[in-house]
């Protein structure tokens, strides 16, 4: 017979302790923006290709090629729409990824990009030991410093999954922001268990995620699908509302599912509705966090 409780047998301590372990801080929310513009666009691309496969032990040719369209079409569309606008933004690369494809890593940073840890092979942190989360994340970053040059300053997990131990790992490797939390919508200090830890959270939303409207699987039930011009819509009331409150819009994309031509348009759209307002700082994650952070 198991001994464990259940959540209604537990004292006060431990779901207090399971709350606290973990929380929003201080939001930071500066009083303007750089260039004197109203809000600030946080554009970032997870660069998953093969990984979303291999990280479960899979072997399906047909979902690593799937993953391979990212490398071959997605990423190619989406840097063309950056560069023909100008505009930098924050690609999270697991360190697998960034292996097979490292002129495409290096690109990212030669284009005045960002690139961010994003695990080792998409792995999920949760179910990982401790201490190996703590190796991966750390070989993560050192694999990513090597090919491309320029040493992580930031963190996105995998499928956005946080163990009891991510912030401390994160803490403990001195970087700058995390990039996977949801309790906010502005920048906020992260507190482990009540204390500040440096680290500071760029939050993400599944609201503003491209995976949540594109994503399938073909032996589940899973059949979600939005039109492409329904999700434009939700995109850019999310960035309405932040315009209008001068904060931060920030949007998660996927190039094996923005990246298709009947869907990519939705990122060309949105950027050129949002250059016309000429109320927007675009700016890469480690960017946004440095300002937020420098002007609280």
Known sequence: MSTEQEPWQWDEAIWRGKVDR?????????????EGK??????????DHETNELRDGGHSIGAMSRGQYGNRQGIPRILDILDRHGIPASFYVPAVVAMLYPDEARSF??????????????????????????DLQMR?????????????????TPSWDFSHTTLEITRDMGLLYDS????????????????????????VEWIRDDAVYFNMNRYSALRPYTPPAAVLDIFWREFEAARDEGGIF??????HMIGYRSRIWILEELVRRMKE???CWFATHADIVAHAAGAA
């Open 22 to 34: 973990v929380r929003a801080g201080a939001a930071l929310r500066p009083d303007s923006w750089p």
């Open 38 to 47: 109203r809000c600030a666009v946080a554009l970032s691309f997870d660069v």
């Open 109 to 134: 940073v030669d284009k005045g990009h960002e690139v961010g840890i994003h695990g080792w092979i998409h792995e999920r942190n949760s179910v990982l030991p401790p201490e190996a989360e703590r």
């Open 140 to 156: 993560s970053a050192d694999t990513l410093e090597r090919i491309c040059g320029a040493r992580p300053v930031g963190i996105r």
């Open 180 to 203: 996977s939390l949801m309790a906010d919508v502005d920048c906020y200090r992260l507190l482990l268990d009540g204390a500040d830890t440096g680290v500071v959270e760029l939050p």
């Open 250 to 255: 920030q949007l998660t994309m996927h190039p």
């Open 277 to 279: 307002t000429d109320e």
